[in-house]
């Protein structure tokens, strides 16, 4: 039977989201361990090293969304040969700034790595490490074309049963290499072998699930460059701008601090990063899906989107906003030790600003995703001028500090902006705004109990693990009972089906009764 529009968004989301857990969870001990045994500057090299190579790859000047609005909208359309004109072309453009990449880093990987506060005998073990993953990039940016069209074709299983199977694997081997002491270029190098082999399976479930999908020279087209490019040109000003608010703090510390500072921020930042990502899953559903709506004009969907997404939105971004800031001294404490206790001010600052910006988002994602790119793209900028402005402002007093402060202050720019968003797409902002305000709201009294206990309990991952069980308990529980309507309550049964949750009580009931 085939699924609503409504079963298939709540399914693809659990899907998006439940095979990066367990990955999240082993990653956690790398930190700690790679601090041990290779050290705190190293670390912030390998950490400056990716956002190098990350800087670098918008030069797909934003192809990549722009590919997947593209796919989504030939395969709604079953237009399969331009389908596959897109997806030819778009493979030999990924491996074509691949390539860019490595020529970069191999004329300029020196220059690139003295920009930054590393101490003169860990200079050559960066260079180095930044050229060979240079080297890995033009097949790296290749398998993009998997999860792209999976994703536009809204196939959210297979995607995240992959992705998570590689994902998985490289977690899995980084740590292993890491525990076993290996040094920093051998960890970078097995690594991204480790990625490339377990891409592969991608491949072979995409050609399999796409029986009129081809490849060939005959679908090379620069007609597909040239169509995608107007939309492209925006996300990538966009993709700039959004990269530069979350990797700009890591780069300002960098400079301004030291290597050090970048891996101590990296444990303040810990909470957050986690926590965005899993947000992150919610709206790489919610894009191919209002690319498709905004395909076919589909205003009730539309409405639909903006109206659970900002609802749903502040459910997620609330409770884990209050969450990190309740448990972040238990966690660092815990995870990294004593030592590490004095980041857990600004880690608490970072959750903040899950609680600033909660659902103020989705009309600005919704404006870009039907296209017009200016709008969203001007207010991105005015936000990351904010920040940084106010990073380099406070970082020489605050540290670490100085950058996440210019984070949560320029968040509020998106609450101020809301109304006007909403206006571009026929939204009533007042009444969305007032519902965000009291999700907000109705948690807080819970948050100043759980806080006071967090306070007076000892750290330890029993403790962290169960304190963390009964916030979110009560503060979902509270947002279900005030807020949920009767077809909200059926979406959770949805999704409690869909985890397969019914299937284990049955069977639980079946083994009890039969025990």
């Given amino acids: 039977m085939k699924k609503s529009n409504r079963e298939l968004f709540i399914s693809n989301t659990v899907f998006n989201v439940s095979f990066n857990l367990l990955n999240q969870l082993i990653a956690l001990f790398i930190l700690p361990l790679f601090v041990k045994n290779l050290g705190m500057e190293l670390y912030g090299i390998w950490v400056i090293s990716g956002i190098i190579l990350g800087y670098l790859g918008m030069m797909d000047m934003g192809f990549t969304q722009g590919v997947m609005k593209y796919v989504a909208g030939a395969y709604v359309k079953k237009d399969f040969l331009k389908f596959n004109k897109v997806i030819n072309t778009a493979s030999i453009l990924f491996f074509l700034i691949g390539s860019f990449i490595l020529l970069a880093v191999f004329l300029f990987n020196t220059q690139i790595i003295q920009l930054f506060a590393i101490s003169p005998e860990n200079i050559d073990t960066a260079c180095r490490l930044v050229l060979i993953t240079g080297i890995f990039a033009p097949f790296l940016w290749t398998t993009r074309i998997t999860d792209i069209t999976f994703q536009g074709i809204l ?52 050609i399999r699930v796409l029986p009129d999908l081809s490849f060939g020279k005959r679908f090379l087209s620069l007609d597909v460059i040239k169509e995608i490019m107007p939309f492209s040109m925006g996300v990538f000003y966009s993709s700039l701008i959004t990269m530069l608010a979350l990797q700009g703090d890591n780069l300002i510390i960098g400079i301004a601090v030291s290597m050090s500072g970048v891996t101590a921020y990296a444990v303040a930042s810990k909470l957050f990063y986690i926590s965005y990502r899993y947000m992150g899953m919610l709206s790489g559903v919610l894009q191919p899906t209002s690319y498709q709506a905004f395909e076919n004009d589909d205003k009730i969907l539309i409405d639909k989107i903006l109206a659970k997404g900002t609802k749903y939105m502040t459910m997620l971004y609330t409770p884990i906003g209050y969450l990190g800031i309740i448990v972040s001294p238990l966690f660092i404490k815990t995870w990294m030790g004593i030592d590490y206790l004095q980041y857990a001010i600004w880690s608490q600052a970072f959750m903040a600003v899950f609680i600033v910006t909660s659902g103020f988002g989705m009309p600005v994602n919704l404006v870009f995703n039907s296209g017009r790119t200016h709008p969203p793209n001007v207010f991105k900028t005015a936000s990351v001028i904010v920040n940084f402005t106010i990073s380099i402002l406070l970082v020489k007093r605050f540290g670490i500090g100085g950058p996440i402060l210019g984070t949560l202050i320029a968040g509020l720019l998106g609450t101020l902006t809301f109304p006007y968003f909403c206006k571009l797409i026929d939204a009533d902002w007042e009444k969305h705004a007032i519902m965000i305000l009291k999700i907000i709201a109705i948690n807080i009294p819970s948050s100043i109990f759980f806080y006071w206990v967090s306070c007076n309990i000892e750290a330890g991952w029993l403790n962290l693990i169960g304190l963390s069980l009964a916030i979110m308990t009560v503060q979902f529980s509270t947002l279900y009972l005030t807020f949920f309507t009767s077809d909200e309550k059926k979406d959770i049964l949805i999704f409690l089906e869909t985890l397969g949750f019914f299937k284990l009580m049955k069977m639980l009931r079946f083994e009890l009764k039969n025990g």
């Fill in 155 to 206: 196939r959210f299983k297979e995607y995240s049963i992959l992705s998570g199977i590689q994902a998985l694997g490289k977690t899995l081997t980084m740590l292993y290499l890491v525990y076993s002491g290996h040094n920093i270029i051998s960890i970078a190098i097995v690594t991204n072998i480790v990625h490339l082999v377990l891409w592969l399976p991608s491949l072979f479930v995409l």
